[in-house]
């Protein structure tokens, strides 16, 4: 089974600080993914990547950055974090899509609170 | 533009059958999956749609036609533990190297005795 593994399951910051959130995956997968989830709202891309030190913007960037220095570590970064950031964020993996259905596999994710 | 829709929410009876519905608009088409999450856990992979029809998979069936854009998810013989979102997310055939999802905001079944 693919296991995808997040450093923290509860994690309480205060405004401005710089905030790393860590994700692990043990199945040598190329693709990894960051998303927050907000009621209402459903899943959204922070950022991906497709490779080690490849990283592309997902749909809400803002305030984030990834580091991807090994293949099986994906980290997410919040500068200088905010209170609007506080949410569930979930960290996914997968191999690329040319090699079947290739689902992604998440993390039981990190709810983040910024007081 | 992009977008996928389905229900906010839906109740159903233990022991009975139920179907999610979703809907899509995206510029590429390579693939649609359905996502079970439990409160308070990681989603979890249900089924995948590349074709045209039905995919059984013990209880859990789910259908696609892509020229309608138009997907569901039929649960039968409904357990109280199937309470749970159930998210639909599409794969963008642009996405090249990428399995880039795109989601919905997900529905949320609650089954009653």
């Known amino acids: 089974d693919v296991k995808v593994t997040q450093s923290s399951r509860y994690l309480v910051k205060r405004t401005g600080e710089k905030v790393f959130l860590e994700c692990v995956q043990d199945?040598?997968?190329?693709?990894m993914f960051w998303y927050r989830q907000d009621p209402g709202l459903g899943l959204r891309l922070i950022y991906f990547?497709?490779?080690?030190?490849?990283?592309e913007k997902g749909d809400i960037p803002e305030g984030y950055s990834v580091s991807r220095e090994k293949k099986e570590r994906f980290s997410l970064i919040l500068e200088s974090a905010s209170t609007n950031q506080t949410s569930m964020y979930l960290c996914?993996?997968?191999?690329?899509?040319?090699?079947?259905?290739?689902?992604?596999?998440f993390g039981d994710g990190t709810r983040l609170s910024i007081l | 533009g992009q977008n996928i829709d389905q229900p906010t929410e839906m109740t159903a009876t233990e022991g009975a059958i139920v179907q999610i519905n979703c809907t899509y608009q995206?510029?590429?088409?390579?693939?649609l999956f359905w996502y079970q999450q439990h409160a308070g856990e990681a989603p979890t992979f249900l089924s995948y749609?590349?074709?045209?029809g039905l995919e059984e998979k013990g209880r859990f069936s789910s259908f696609l036609s892509r020229s309608k854009g138009y997907s569901y998810l039929l649960l039968k013989e409904l357990q109280m533990k199937d309470s749970a979102s159930y998210l639909c997310?599409?794969?963008?055939?642009?996405?090249?190297?990428?399995?880039?999802?795109?989601f919905g905001t997900g529905t949320l079944l609650a089954v009653q005795p």
């Open positions: 990547s497709y490779d080690v030190k490849m990283k």
């Open positions: 995206t510029s590429g088409f390579n693939g």
């Open positions: 199945m040598d997968h190329e693709n």
């Open positions: 749609n590349v074709l045209d």
């Open positions: 996914a993996s997968s191999l690329p899509p040319g090699q079947g259905r290739q689902p992604q596999h």
């Open positions: 997310a599409v794969r963008d055939r642009y996405g090249g190297a990428t399995n880039k999802l795109i």
